[in-house]
Antibody
Framework: QVQLVQSGAEVKKPGASVKVSCKAS????????IDWVRQAPGQGLEWMGW????????NYAQKLQGRVTMTTDTSTRTAYMELRSLRSDDTAVYYC???????????WGQGTMVTVSS | QSVLTQPPSVSGAPGQRVTISCTGS?????????VHWYQQLPGTAPKLLIY???NRPSGVPDRFSGAKSGTSASLAITGLQAEDEADYYC?????????FGGGTKLTVL
């Protein structure tokens, strides 16, 4: 079936980097872009950015510019999100989501908890 | 401060109808971007509820409906059920960047 499976939980120290993976299955990977969304504990959803799985074009949220990089590996049908210079307020569940042709997120990964703590 | 504004909470008794508003501006909803809605149960990933303003994915009950007008959108839930208790988020785009509402917690009394 169509699904996105993300990598496991991470614990990082302030200033470190984290790279979360999102493996797609059940559909043609390069037909749909991948967005990344995060949710801090008890908070709402925050859009982080988008990457085209077709040509690698990207858009990032302004507040994360310079700290985030999104990439894809079409040979393994996997999208990646790397966040650098981690701070405590980066503690959140990170989701990847498939962007449909209508612009909605019709398939979501299960989420990856990233905890930033000294 | 979210780009799209939703009420923090709404409530209703079983069987009643509730609506959740999502207010944007001329650079997002008013710029002809579609609005999409998600339901998030505790501890789970969001689930697509309404896409393209007023379309339901297969499997979503017709008790859920969406509408859009001008710079605002709304989600209506009729025949409230206990299982509808969840957080609801609207989503759109602003200058091609994704934006979400702050979320609305629905309590079924």
């Amino acid at each position: 079936q169509v699904q996105l499976v993300q990598s496991g939980a991470e614990v990082k120290k302030p200033g470190a980097s984290v790279k979360v993976s999102c493996k797609a299955s059940g559909y043609t990977f390069t037909t749909y872009g991948i967005d990344w969304v995060r949710q801090a504990p008890g908070q709402g959803l925050e859009w982080m950015g988008w990457i085209s799985t077709y040509n690698g074009n990207r858009n990032y949220a302004q507040k994360l510019q310079g700290r985030v990089t999104m990439t894809t590996d079409t040979s393994t049908r996997t999208a990646y999100m790397e966040l650098r210079s981690l701070r405590s307020d980066d503690t959140a569940v990170y989701y990847c989501a498939r962007r449909s042709t209508s612009g909605d997120y019709d398939i979501w990964g299960q989420g990856t908890m990233v905890t930033v703590s000294s | 401060q979210s780009v799209l504004t939703q009420p923090p909470s709404v409530s209703g008794a079983p069987g009643q109808r509730v609506t959740i508003s999502c207010t944007g501006s001329s650079s997002n909803i008013g710029a002809n971007y579609d609005v999409h809605w998600y339901q998030q149960l505790p501890g789970t990933a969001p689930k697509l509820l309404i896409y393209g303003n007023d379309n339901r994915p297969s499997g979503v009950p017709d008790r859920f409906s969406g509408a859009k007008s001008g710079t605002s959108a709304s989600l209506a839930i009729t025949g409230l059920q206990a299982e509808d208790e969840a957080d609801y988020y609207c989503q759109s785009y602003d200058s091609s960047l994704g934006v979400f509402g702050g979320g609305t917690k629905l309590t079924v009394l």
